[in-house]
């Protein structure tokens, strides 16, 4: 019996994957569970693991492949299988030409579809993710047995589709311009609404006396792509489709920084390391997060949802990119133990392993830039989240306290809130609570 190696989907947002390396080769056995081949995703790279023990008889994409997820890379079975079905679907699918734009919409696909010089087999979930994306399976070469239509081929030919906005798709269609005519501006080369807008306007005469443009600057190329690309798409998108309002505030922290150093000398022995501010802020918004419980909400549809779990993320700069590892339930963990799971979940984003679900599923995020010098900044909301906070420099300032000039540290913080959600008063009361507890941490214990 042949098992299929799929490439794994490692999160909702996850279409394809890079084939960094395999570790097997064609002819080697191997046990469930072994790593088969190294996989990199836009976010992390990751192991890939055998499914059922067995004799690699066939690699279908080699190292540096880019695959779309749940495509089979591999065949695992016993040495004398039949995997002459495999190969020509394969070949079948690189041979073919592009897929055609697909139709608006897709009617019920039968398990059985009629297609010129034969009938095409198609599975139940190739059906459905067909009807989901509009995909017309007549335009799709199977890849299965027999030339099988599965999941992967239907994903396979909605990536060869122009990546465009929805507003871009409405114009070009009332324009009947072809997605596939149109040189796309947007993040990873994604077509919007301007792209679709120029390729109807018909181009206006250049006088005479116009000289000709001057050539492009000469510089280093460096491709949009991974996580870069990810990054690019998803602040593209955060930009125009919230109501970002920023506030901010400058707040006394000389006992936040009292506290953290009490921390600090009590436990980093026992720890191994010191606990942080950022382990402080983390604690700091979850209370102030259950409290204000209309903060910690989401956009779906027409309808708000309030949620129930504080998922705090904190961005973190890796070689790769900036990336955001979630602490997960914060608000039911000490401070210890957020500073432990924290430290783990930014070793792994550092390293390149982290797993889905250590980067995904936040409710809120914090980023903190008082390392670089910064005072206060418009921080971008990590969607679908609600808001976001900055998090400047503390440093020591003149400040009148009791009537006398002191020296105390001071911290700006800077709260993105989206205006769609949250009105500008309860988000005010919101960082109110946070600046509260930065000047009195040890109501964090009541």
């Not at 599965?150 to 060869?160: G, M, Q």
């Not at 990054?231 to 006992?255: F, K, N």
């Amino acid at each position: 019996m042949i098992t299929e190696v799929i490439l794994p989907q490692l999160g909702e947002t996850m279409n394809e994957g890079t084939i960094v390396q395999w570790l097997v080769k064609e002819g080697d056995t191997v046990n469930k569970g072994d790593v088969l081949f190294q996989l990199e995703s836009d976010k992390a790279v990751l192991d890939a693991e055998a499914p059922a023990r067995g004799t690699v008889l066939k690699i279908l994409h080699p190292k540096g492949s880019k695959v779309p997820v749940l495509t089979v890379v591999a065949l695992i079975g016993e040495p004398g299988d039949d995997i002459t079905p495999y190969l020509s679907g394969v070949a079948a699918a690189a041979a073919a030409p592009a897929a055609p734009e697909p139709p608006a919409a897709v009617a019920e696909a039968p398990a059985e579809v009629a297609a010129q010089g034969g009938r095409l087999f198609a599975s139940p979930r190739a059906r459905r993710v067909a009807r989901e994306r509009g995909i017309d399976l007549r335009t799709v070469r199977g890849s299965g047995p027999g030339g099988r239509i599965v999941e992967a081929d239907v994903l396979a030919a909605a990536a060869l589709e122009p990546r465009a906005t929805p507003l871009a798709r409405k114009v070009a269609e009332e324009a009947g311009v072809a997605l596939t005519e149109v040189a796309g501006t947007g993040p990873g080369g994604r077509v919007v609404r301007a792209d679709v807008e120029q390729r109807v306007r018909p181009a206006a005469p250049t006088p005479a006396a116009v000289p000709a443009a001057a050539p492009a600057p000469a510089g280093e190329m460096v491709p949009l792509a991974g996580v870069r690309a990810r990054i690019a798409e998803r602040m593209s998108r955060s930009a125009q489709e919230t109501a970002r309002v920023t506030l901010t505030t400058e707040v006394d922290a000389t006992r936040l920084v009292e506290a953290r150093t009490q921390l600090k000398d009590a436990l980093s022995d026992t720890l191994g390391f010191a606990i942080g501010y950022n382990d402080l802020l983390i604690a700091i918004c979850a209370r102030a997060l259950r409290e204000h419980p209309n903060v910690n909400c989401r956009l779906e549809g027409d309808q708000i949802r309030l949620l129930d779990e504080v998922h705090i993320g904190l961005a973190v700069d890796t070689d790769r990119g900036l990336l955001v590892p979630v602490v997960r339930n914060a608000d039911r963990l000490r401070v210890v133990e957020i500073a432990q799971r924290l430290r783990e979940l930014v070793a792994r984003a550092r390293e390149g392993k982290s797993g889905p679900d250590e980067l995904t599923g936040g409710t809120f995020t914090i980023t903190n830039l008082g390392m670089y010098g910064v005072d206060a900044f418009t921080p971008i909301i990590n969607l679908p989240e609600c808001a976001i906070l900055g998090v400047g420099r503390i440093r020591p300032e003149p400040a009148v306290l009791g009537g006398q000039i002191a020296i105390r540290q001071r911290l700006w913080l800077s709260l993105t809130f989206d205006h769609r959600l949250v009105d500008g008063a309860p988000a005010a009361r919101f960082l109110q609570r946070i600046a509260t507890l930065v000047e009195e941490p040890y109501l964090l214990l009541a």
